[in-house]
């Protein structure tokens, strides 16, 4: 435990260090600044965390914030993108522990705690930020939902994760079937529902929910294949009939060992994996493309992630299939951490925020305003910040 506990620093340092140019760690990304952190300028901590946004609480986002803003103005950048890599590379760890119980072979576990620790998946979004990390945290928890283990640690892990999920992103609460009356899993995710609760009772939540919902199937079926399909074991966004078919062969050469060695029967807890991972990931992408009413690169990260979960199960049995599935995930880590990626473009090219700070510094002074706007990533977003401020902690040279 302790190995893998001293491996989260090694996964979050490469997690930050993905992201070149300027980097994730001078780089505020949009909703961290534009949304959680300007609010934080003007409320309590306690009331930001029953603050409502888009129609739910956002525990996680809202914490990372509250620390942030313990640190001088200048370490904010550095500070939310570490809590974001760790956030996803201690997920990643939690994943690769739970997920051993279910299949039985370390090199799965590693694929499937992958796209936590380093994402090939909705680079343009998801990835050292605290905005995005309920995506993390609802992917953790279809394996804490699945968690039957004895250990106490595990169970409180487990109930933790779902919890903060929860907390973080209602939609989370579609794996209550997976419980199948776990009590501390139970425990959390009513915990979870409670603090949501708070916000919809008392706060309104549901009334800051953007109305623009598309029920438009065809799109979303497309959006599906192309996004999902395309791209678990297909980074480059070019070609994804490619990833279509690399996917769909592997398939089937997996279920076609299964019937010369029938193992995998349905009675078997990997057979319920494959199913739940499977379905999962059809019902999670289609919920939110239809309540979000577009199509979003960081709604396909659940669910390509569940969908690599489910083909991790499916080829637990054979050797070749978790030797062929774990080689072509090796080859999208690699692909997405040294190849030519999105969010290169969005957060390497971005402003640097210790640079914009002392920008807005020196505007206040020249033009006697209150507040001066700092801009942020990715290009077009700004968070407008007082002078007060951003004189006590810059003075303008």
Not at 14 to 27: I, K, P, W
Request: charged share 15%; with cysteine.
């Amino acid at each position: 435990m302790l190995a893998m506990i001293a491996v989260i620093p090694l996964l979050t340092l490469l997690s930050l260090l993905r992201v070149r140019g300027t980097g994730a760690t001078d780089t505020v990304w949009a909703e961290d600044g534009a949304l959680f952190f300007k609010e934080s300028l003007h409320s309590g901590p306690l009331r930001l965390l029953i603050t409502p946004y888009n129609g739910y609480l956002h525990l996680v986002p809202r914490v990372a914030v509250d620390v942030a803003r313990l640190f001088p103005l200048a370490y904010l950048a550095i500070v939310l993108a570490v809590t974001g890599a760790l956030i996803s590379s201690s997920l990643a760890v939690f994943v690769y522990r739970v997920s051993r119980a279910h299949l039985r072979s370390r090199l799965l576990c590693a694929t499937v705690a992958a796209p936590l620790a380093l994402t090939w998946v909705a680079q343009t979004e998801v990835g050292n930020n605290i905005a995005d990390a309920q995506w993390y945290f609802v992917y953790a928890s279809f394996w804490a939902a699945l968690y039957r283990g004895r250990s106490v640690r595990g169970q409180v892990l487990s109930a933790l994760v779902i919890f903060l999920a929860v907390a973080s992103d209602p939609f989370a609460v579609v794996f209550f079937p997976l419980l199948r009356r776990n009590r501390p899993m139970v425990a959390g995710m009513a915990a979870g529902l409670l603090y949501q609760g708070i916000g919809v009772v008392f706060m309104g939540a549901l009334s800051s929910r953007s109305h623009q919902r598309e029920y438009d199937i065809p799109l979303s079926t497309g959006a599906y294949i192309r996004h999902v399909i395309g791209h678990v074991l297909w980074p480059p966004a070019e070609f994804w009939l490619v990833g279509v078919v690399l996917v769909a062969g592997l398939l089937a050469w997996i279920l076609r060992g299964q019937t010369r060695h029938p193992r995998l029967r349905a009675s078997d807890p990997r057979a319920y994996v494959m199913k739940a991972a499977f379905a999962y990931s059809v019902v999670f992408y289609f919920a939110l493309t239809i309540e979000g009413g577009f199509i979003a690169d960081r709604y396909a990260y659940p669910a390509t992630a569940l969908l690599l979960a489910g083909m991790a199960a499916a080829a637990a049995e054979t050797e070749r299939g978790r030797g062929l599935l774990a080689g072509a995930v090796a080859v999208s880590v690699c692909w997405g951490y040294f190849g030519h990626v999105p969010d290169g473009n969005l957060r390497a090219d971005s402003p640097s925020w210790r640079g914009q700070l002392h920008l807005a510094a020196a505007q206040c002074v020249t033009l006697h305003e209150d507040a001066a706007d700092v801009a942020i990533a990715p290009h077009s977003w700004k968070v407008r910040v007082p002078c007060r401020l951003l004189l006590r902690e810059l003075p303008a040279q």
